[in-house]
């Protein structure tokens, strides 16, 4: 059996902290207030920055934690809702600026489940055997379709990327054990952007909504979704991999609410400090908060050779997912 082993992380975090007491100054809203809904006190925002110059920093990071050049990668994903345009993809753009070979060069839109899935993507590639080095990337510049008059949204996001390296590898119990992703297309209007919030010349009678751009989220929904739909996702990861849940070292959500993160910790009966957590100081970096989890613990020394790892993200369209990760 060939899995997917984890073999290098990387991250490109903006310089400008944007915290609680700014959007004091431009919305109706307090660091009391934040802190207490969100567990989020900052994020970081990357000013005059485009969303593949984030994703270039993370890649080159993880291709130097993992110790190979970009020329050995089979495949690079990209995962972003933030592109820099709507063609050509940031993939391909990637692919460029790391002077890899001619390869397959793909953008995953999973909104917050976007590295879960891009992730299940490279997997399956690895085990087929049609790629042996798979670059993911996630990479979000989200303060551009946030609208700034809006508390409800703006006060949860920011912006950041991270980069995954995965590799083929026959060692047994290394790697990926197990993914599962899925959709909710019900919950569409939970939250969601319009693509093109642009004049149709052939519907000159529908008017143009000028916030069509932003981010709109009904969170008491989004929360509700959640809590059903997180425990699903992992509990299939783990039946998959035939593993228990007493067997988990740390459990690696997406941040995107304190509260969930302490159902998740509730359900599985694991000690607090086993779910990581960093949205105090990121807030909701959609599908970029996952790695750039990863790629705190490892820098941190937390990740070691033997450890059980879950992954789990949950967001629009509705989407969720979780993969067994074994070091």
Known sequence: MINSQLIGTGSCIPDFVLTNA????????????IVQRTGVRERRIAKNTHTWELALGAAQEALADAGIPADELDLILVSTCTPDNNTPNTASILQDKLSARQIGALDINNA???????TDVADSYIKSGKAKTVLVVAAETLHRIIDYTDRS???LFGDGAAAAVYRATDREGIGIQSTFIAADGAGADYLHMQALPIEDPFASDRPVDPKARFLKMQGAAVVRFTARAVPLAIDTALQRAGVAAEEIDWVVPHQANLRILDVIAKRYHLPREKVYVNMEYFGNTSSASVPICLDEMRKKGLLCEGQTIVCTG???????GAFVLKL
């Open 112 to 118: 917050c489940t976007g590295f879960i899935s891009a």
């Open 153 to 155: 949204t703006c006060i």
């Open 22 to 33: 700014m959007l004091e100054q431009m919305v109706d809203t307090s660091d009391e207030w």
């Open 314 to 320: 949950f967001g629009a369209g509705l989407t969720y």
